[in-house]
């Protein structure tokens, strides 16, 4: 499978800013994908990163608050932005491979103060 | 809404023996499964895919589906104290051809020497 970094792996971040999570793929890859995993809980698909178009985000999830960039194949950027506690979470990236598997990154840990 | 149902646990099971972890969905048209392991602090590992219905052997792992009851299960055998971790269960929801995983909340197992 493919090998996939994040960067930065965690941050701690003040309440009103925004951070960029960057997602680095060693292979081109048609899907790319953004989840969270907030503090105890299960994963939840907030958008489809798409090549050369605008991403598809899930249903609580809008672009003005998580902007995302696909210039190419192999990377990706997820912005959180004006940040709140409440947005506490881990940021996690994967691709898809194969008949609909998905492999994911390493989580970017993110605690906003 | 689309739902994947798995029991929290903890599930206890002694070193040895076999853990059974089951998960439930609502879409009647999913058409694949998978099983991730996550430890605590890492990122989902993708450990088992089934499509079909009937059983899918791993290894010790063997992933088994059930399309009419939908109803996915995994069987660990000879479980070990590495195994301990969360186990999620996902699902494939999208329309055909578009890859949207949704996840349970996971199933902590603890296999104790």
């Known amino acids: ?113 | 809404q689309k739902e994947v149902e798995q029991n929290s646990g903890p599930l206890s099971v002694p070193e040895g023996a076999i853990a059974s972890l089951n998960c439930t969905y609502s879409d009647r048209g999913s058409q694949s499964f998978f099983w991730y392991r996550q430890y605590s602090g890492k990122s989902p590992e993708l450990i088992m895919s089934i499509y079909s219905n009937g059983d899918k052997e791993d290894g010790r792992f063997t992933a088994q589906l059930n399309k009419a009851s939908q109803y996915v299960s995994l069987l660990i055998r000879d479980s070990q104290p590495s195994d301990s971790a969360t186990y999620l269960c996902a699902v494939n929801m999208g329309p055909s051809g578009y890859n949207k995983l949704i996840f349970g909340a996971g199933t902590r197992l603890a296999v104790h020497p």
């Open chain 1, 1 to 113: 499978s493919a090998v996939i970094s994040q960067k930065p792996s965690r941050d701690i971040c003040q309440r009103g800013t925004s951070l960029t999570i960057q997602c680095q793929v060693d292979s081109q890859v048609t899907m790319m994908f953004w989840y969270r995993q907030q503090p105890g809980q299960s994963l939840t698909l907030i958008a489809t990163a798409n090549q050369g178009s605008e991403a598809t985000y899930e249903s609580g999830f809008v672009i003005d608050k998580f902007p995302i960039s696909r210039p190419n194949l192999t990377f990706s950027t997820l912005t959180v932005s004006n940040m709140s506690p409440e947005d506490s979470s881990i940021y996690l990236c994967s691709v898809g491979q194969g008949p609909n598997e998905q492999f994911f990154g390493p989580g970017t840990r993110l605690t906003v103060l």
